[in-house]
T-cell receptor, first 110, second 114 residues
């Protein structure tokens, strides 16, 4: 079945540092890929998406590129802020349902 | 901005008691999902509704869990009897029929079973 593997956290960065959170997937066919963010005490919010190979999703300074050859969808941000502290989930849409990774907690310190 | 509403936000119950959660999706979203999120893990789909009909409940423990969406709008998820292992966050999400991959989540109900 479909699966998503994320790098384990927590990831601790200083403000303005560069962020990369790795995500790889296993799926049959051509899934759509997503990053969701969950702030403390809140539900998940869709951060960005990419629906086909080589697509780049972007939002709020975050980017991720759909790499079919490496089955990856790594999340990046050039300069993180304290307000980016949250849990980030990589997910894929395949066979009419979403499969989530286990989440990576990001903590940004001033 | 329209949001998915859930209540209660927190629930503490004793083992073997019954508990119920409520969800009101975004207006116009025909598809509704209930997920369970165990601490440190990603959400796992329990049940999916299309209007009032169940589309997928393959991961719902039907001996103790039930879900309904009688009028195709709001929904209730029930656990009876609750077990210690049911302690988790229960998330509701909704989506437009034409864009099922764009799911909007509510704040969740955190259940603690003692």
């Amino acid at each position: 079945g479909d699966s998503v593997t994320q790098m384990e956290g927590p990831v601790t960065l200083s403000e303005e540092a560069f962020l990369t959170i790795n995500c790889t997937y296993t799926a049959t066919g051509y899934p759509s890929l997503f990053w969701y963010v969950q702030y403390p005490g809140e539900g998940l919010q869709l951060l960005l998406k990419a629906t086909k190979a080589d697509d780049k999703g972007s939002n709020k300074g975050f980017e991720a590129t759909y790499r079919k050859e490496t089955t990856s969808f790594h999340l990046e941000k050039g300069s993180v802020q304290v307000s980016d502290s949250a849990v980030y989930f990589c997910a894929l849409w395949g066979y009419q349902k979403v499969t989530f990774g286990t989440g990576t907690k990001l903590q940004v310190i001033p | 901005e329209a949001e998915v509403a859930q209540s209660p936000r927190y629930k503490i119950t004793e083992k073997s008691q019954a508990v119920a959660f409520w969800c009101d999706p975004i207006s116009g979203h025909a598809t509704l999902y209930w997920y369970r999120q165990i601490l440190g893990q990603g959400p796992e789909l329990l049940v999916q509704f299309q209007d009032e009909s169940v589309v997928d409940d393959s991961q719902l423990p039907k001996d103790r869990f039930s879900a309904e969406r009688l009028k195709g709008v709001d929904s209730t998820l029930k656990i009876q009897p609750a077990e210690l292992g049911d302690s988790a966050m229960y998330l509701c999400a909704s989506s437009h029929t034409r864009r099922p991959y764009e799911q909007y989540f509510g704040p969740g109900t955190r259940l603690t079973v003692t």
